[in-house]
């Protein structure tokens, strides 16, 4: 959820020492990748506070009321649940028909 409206949660650290001069460019070096770069694979990058689609790291985009908000955003391709479901529906619909069943059973035979 962005910060600009609506709630959202946030986890606060105390930094023991100082933050390096070129912080932001740390995080921005660290930033996450654009959408059509996820795979099925799990992708970590930073995001501003503003959405998870906002990647410019910068002074104006990170800061607000004289705190930095950064998120770590953790993004993976996967199929939809109704998708599945429907892919599934239509491969047993399509083994009922080729082997002339009515239904299909749930029980797994044992070999």
């Not at 503003?50 to 104006?60: G, N, P, S, V």
């Not at 939809?80 to 892919?87: E, I």
Request: charged fraction near 25%.
């Amino acid at each position: 959820m962005p910060f600009d409206r609506g709630s959202f949660a946030f986890t606060m650290f105390d930094v023991p020492e100082e933050l390096p001069e070129n912080f932001l460019a740390l995080f921005a070096a660290k930033k996450a990748g654009s959408l059509d770069s996820v795979t099925a694979e799990p992708q970590f990058g930073w995001v501003t506070g503003h959405h998870l689609l906002d990647t410019t790291i910068d002074e104006a985009s990170a800061q607000l009321g004289g705190s930095y908000y950064l998120t770590l955003r953790q993004a993976v391709r996967k199929m939809p649940a109704s998708l599945l479901n429907a892919v599934c529906k239509r491969e047993e619909q399509a083994y009922m028909r080729a082997n002339n069943l009515e239904y299909v059973s749930s029980k797994v035979k044992k070999q």
